[in-house]
């Protein structure tokens, strides 16, 4: 299995933001071998580096479980933890936080599981932020720990 950083495929729902010169976006890709665009949701959000994440947004008032992954999963829901659902295709899904400033974005292709992100400005032609600029490091390499921990679950 290999991860790498990738450029966005042209029909990534994720685009809408990689095309705004306001915007900071990535992609990830890790070619293995998923059924469907479920089984990536429910490999991604049940991983224990993402339970983790899961129990800090507990105490934040976003409470989830394995069930609201499998609801998100299986197109049942349209929110989960501190996200909503701002697009879906059979292959793609895209999730936006509820303060409105990130996106998480999963697509499956026979054979890759891409995972990708975008931050937004807080107003229209604001900078990123100091924030932002100093744990961009810290999220590029957990974005790789992710996607690598749901590409494991997968293989």
């Known amino acids: 299995m290999t991860l790498t950083l990738a450029p966005l495929p042209d029909n990534a729902l994720l685009q809408r933001y990689a ?4 915007c900071y976006t990535d992609c990830f ?5 998923a059924p469907d665009l479920a089984a990536c949701i429910r490999a991604f959000y049940t991983t224990p580096l993402f339970r983790a994440e899961r129990l800090i947004l507990g105490f934040a008032g976003h409470a989830s479980t ?3 992954v499998e609801a998100l ?4 829901a349209d929110t ?7 697009d879906r295709t059979d292959d793609q899904i895209l999730l936006c ?4 400033r990130t996106r998480s974005w999963l697509f499956h292709q026979p054979g890759r599981f891409y995972f990708g992100s975008a931050v ?3 107003a229209p032609d604001a900078p990123l932020g100091w924030l932002f600029t100093a744990l ?9 720990g992710l996607l690598g921990s749901a590409a494991r679950r997968l293989a």
């Open 29 to 33: 890709v890790a070619d293995v071998a």
């Open 136 to 144: 961009l490091p810290f999220h590029k390499v957990y974005s790789r």
């Open 120 to 122: 937004t400005p807080p």
């Open 73 to 76: 999963a299986n197109g049942s």
């Open 80 to 86: 989960y933890a501190a996200w909503r659902v701002e």
């Open 97 to 100: 936080d509820v303060a409105g």
């Open 66 to 68: 394995d069930a609201d």
């Open 19 to 22: 095309v705004r010169d306001d």
